[in-house]
């Protein structure tokens, strides 16, 4: 009878949440190096409230769009929710060196990922395996919200990263009008911001790329009220989008511009 209540609670979960394959509730912890070698330590990640996808591979032909896909929805939380939500690769059963890895994500246009060929990063937690897995883990509880093998439905992995979101009781970046303005945009290796406070704030500004992760941090300190301007150089960043995050005092601002040298 046991028996028979589990396969029909298991059939129950697969209707009404198709996108998850049947593997543990809560995120196997871990503490590795990334083939860039970056330390990463899961529950650390997800206790200061990040969001973390990660895309199994072998890697294999199969594997391709679906990754580059779960990429791209990643992407679209970047300017609600900059450096939140993170996109890693990994090598499913960590048997792949990490200079193929890296390659293999390099040809298919994810060179810039994290991945990882660790022993200690595996598919094995997250239920049967399939070719990608793709799963998302959040919470202070740090709970798995999102699993699915062999491709990915992008309405259900927005819809669990944006209930991982919550859950961590982060909403979308309160957009408080600064009256910030930036040139040039296009830019080069220099930014000068304009903006007005209505008050004397501690001033900060935050660069992020177009996968979340921050890159670029500038402390103006306190500032009083009224017209300012900053420079901010970032000449070590290469070409490509990113997200200027403006925090002035409880105020907040995202402005998204590009860098073409």
């Known amino acids: 009878m046991k028996k028979l209540c589990t396969l029909f609670l298991s059939g129950i979960i697969l209707v009404l949440f198709p996108f998850l394959s049947i593997g543990q509730s809560v995120a196997t912890d871990f503490t590795a ?5 970056t330390s990463h330590h899961l529950f650390s990640e997800l206790d200061a409230g990040k969001v973390v996808v ?3 591979v072998m890697p294999c ?3 391709i769009g679906p990754s580059q896909s779960a990429l791209a929805t990643v992407q679209n939380f970047a300017s609600s929710h900059p450096g939140k939500v993170v996109f890693y690769l990994a090598d499913d059963v960590a048997n792949t060196s990490c200079s193929s890895l890296s390659a293999w994500a390099t040809n298919n246009g994810m060179g810039s990922i994290p991945a990882f060929s660790s022993g200690s990063v595996t598919e094995t937690p997250y239920g049967s395996g399939g070719m990608p897995k793709i799963v998302v883990l959040g919470g202070t509880n740090h709970s798995v919200y999102f699993t699915q093998n062999g491709g990915v439905n992008s309405i259900n ?34 930014l000068s911001v304009n903006y007005i406070l209505t008050q004397t704030s501690e001033v900060n ?14 402390g103006e300190g306190k500032h009083t009220f009224g017209k300012q301007e900053s420079q901010l150089d970032f000449g070590a960043l290469t070409n490509g ?4 995050k403006i925090e002035a005092g409880s105020a907040s601002q995202i402005i998204k511009f590009t860098i073409a040298q």
């Open 33 to 37: 190096n990334d083939c860039g070698g």
């Open 54 to 56: 990660i895309s199994f």
């Open 61 to 63: 032909g199969s594997c």
């Open 157 to 190: 992995l927005t819809n669990a990263i944006n209930s991982a979101l919550t859950a961590t009781g982060i909403s979308e970046v309160k957009k408080v009008d600064l009256q910030v303005k930036i040139f040039p945009n296009p830019a080069i290796d220099k």
């Open 205 to 218: 500004f935050e660069i992020y790329n177009m996968l979340g992760s921050k890159v670029k941090t500038f």
């Open 241 to 244: 989008i990113y997200f200027l």
